[in-house]
């Protein structure tokens, strides 16, 4: 079972998805959190450290695996019956991928985030278990400036596009309220 989280910053998106998680492990599912960010900056280490202390508030028992690019390796090697993987947040996870592709494209080498956008989308088919993504909805908003802005903006709506086509079930979080969409 697939599950896509969607909302806007500071939408309540991340808790929905930790209490859907924490519903399966109150039927005995063990959970599993994949966290994609990365601490660039003091504002970014002060946002993982507040995820953190709501997942030790919680009632769930986490394993935690940090996982800033190789994501579908990391659930095809986590996923299982009777768990639960969440994964917070596929945006996060693709301005990783954007960063190191800007770089890598400095270098001549090919872009990696096509790549493993594919090897994401191939892998979900064959996980087991239950999978929660939370993912930005960036769509809602202005048109950025900057061609990486405008690119981050196209590459998360076309992401989101593929795995809610693909889950279960799609949700979108709005001032903390979780409006089904699908499924």
Request: aromatic letters at 4%; charged letters at 20%; one cysteine or more.
């Amino acid at each position: 079972m697939i599950h896509l989280v969607l909302g806007g910053a500071r939408s309540g998106k991340s808790r929905y998805g930790e209490s859907l998680a924490q519903q399966y492990a109150e039927q005995g599912d063990a959970c599993v959190y994949i966290a994609t960010a990365t601490a660039l900056d003091d504002e970014m280490q002060q946002r993982i450290a507040r995820h953190q202390q709501d997942r030790a508030d919680a009632n769930v028992d986490w394993t935690l695996i940090e996982t800033p690019l190789a994501l579908a390796s990391t659930l095809v090697e986590q996923s299982g019956e009777d768990k639960v993987i969440l994964v917070d947040c596929l945006t996060l996870y693709l301005t990783n991928h954007l960063i190191a592709s800007e770089e890598t494209h400095r270098n001549g080498v090919d872009d990696l985030w096509q790549q493993q956008k594919k090897a994401l989308l191939a892998c979900l088919p064959k996980l087991k278990g239950k999978i929660i993504f939370i993912s930005n909805e960036v769509g809602s908003g202005i048109v950025p400036l900057g061609e990486l802005t405008r690119r981050f903006a196209d590459e998360a709506g076309w992401l989101n596009q593929a795995i809610a086509a693909r889950a279960d079930k799609v949700s979108l979080v709005v001032a903390g309220i979780p409006l089904l969409l699908k499924g």
